[in-house]
């Protein structure tokens, strides 16, 4: 089983549609989890932080569910400019301090006019 | 500007040509990253560097090394590139990855490499 799983997609919806994206994490002492964006042939750029309680910037909010380990994503109201590819990215403890950062293979979002 | 900075853009290169990517950051971050990123096989994790003089393998590493002389720069190196390090490269940095701390990472804009 992959330590962070996410579906590939691609998702295909129309412009104004409500569209969700979960990410599930193997390691249940995960601490720290994020959203990032990537458009094509570019670098990923943060999206937002996910915070226990839940939290949302405009159009979009992030949830995160500890007793079933997955992280969500949704997308309100989407616009053409929404279409790229999120990455779920989940922060693991590792050797001593340290701690290792996980990618989720990315799904592809493609909002039609 | 606070940035993570990659060069080269992209780069063409033979089997076995020894090359350096270089990476800098002008965030005094701790923490610097190098993954690559190939179709269906998502971001993966070359090396990564603590702090100064503190560099580790990560899940790829084979064909590659780095250094971290100083804490701005973290250059990747090829030794003797070959086509199945044809990719694209990422540089990243964050202030910290110690589990306590809510740290994105920034990403420098990446670096195209083809060896033929």
């Known amino acids: 089983r992959k330590e962070v799983e996410q579906d590939p997609g691609p998702f295909n919806v129309p412009e104004g549609a409500t569209v969700a994206f979960n990410c599930t994490y193997s390691?249940?002492?995960?601490?720290?989890f994020f959203w990032y964006r990537q458009d094509c042939r570019k670098e990923p750029k943060l999206l937002m932080s996910v915070y226990s309680s839940g939290n949302e910037d405009g159009r979009f909010t992030a949830q995160l569910n500890r007793a079933s380990q997955y992280i969500s994503l949704l997308i309100r109201d989407s616009k053409l400019s929404d279409s790229a590819t999120y990455l779920c990215v989940v922060n693991t403890p590792g050797y001593s301090s340290a701690s290792k950062i996980i990618f989720g293979s990315g799904t592809r979002l493609s909002i039609r006019p | 500007e606070a940035q993570v900075t990659q060069n080269p853009r992209y780069l063409i290169t033979v089997t076995g040509k020894k090359l350096t990517v270089t990476c800098s950051q002008n965030m005094n971050h701790e923490y610097m990253s190098w993954y690559r990123q190939d179709p269906g096989l998502g971001l993966r994790q070359i090396y990564y560097s603590m702090n100064v003089e503190v560099t580790d393998k990560g899940d790829v590493p084979e064909g590659y090394k780095v250094s971290r002389k100083e804490k701005r720069n973290f250059p990747l190196i090829l030794e003797s590139p070959s086509p199945n390090q044809t990719s694209l490269y990422f540089c990243?940095?964050?202030?910290?990855?110690?589990?306590?701390?809510?740290?994105?990472?920034?990403f420098g804009n990446g670096t195209r490499l083809t060896v033929t």
């Open positions: 990243a940095s964050s202030p910290t990855v110690r589990t306590t701390y809510n740290s994105p990472l920034h």
């Open positions: 390691n249940s002492a995960s601490q720290s």
